[in-house]
């Protein structure tokens, strides 16, 4: 039973620190900005993905103003 606890231990402490050892992004600055690039990018359009999957982003029927709903 003992080393069932210890090896959980060690695992928790391993799963935790993984993201310290082994670093998400590059060592070369080049890469690394690439890198931080596409991820800033892909993180900005998160709401942007939200509203189109929930149809937030169309105009609904009850608007107190007018929409023309085609294309222009």
């Known amino acids: 039973m ?3 606890i210890l090896g959980a231990a060690v695992a928790v ?3 935790v620190s993984v993201g310290c050892v082994t ?7 080049d ?3 690439r890198e931080l690039i596409y991820t800033s990018e892909n993180l900005r359009h998160i709401p942007n993905t939200w509203e189109r999957f929930w149809f937030l ?3 609904d ?5 007018r929409t023309h709903g085609g294309v222009l």
């Open 61 to 65: 029927h009850t608007t107190p103003y």
């Open 31 to 33: 890469r690394r900005a």
């Open 13 to 15: 402490l391993f799963v």
């Open 23 to 29: 670093p998400i992004y590059s060592s070369s600055p």
């Open 2 to 4: 003992r080393k069932a």
């Open 57 to 59: 982003d169309m105009p």
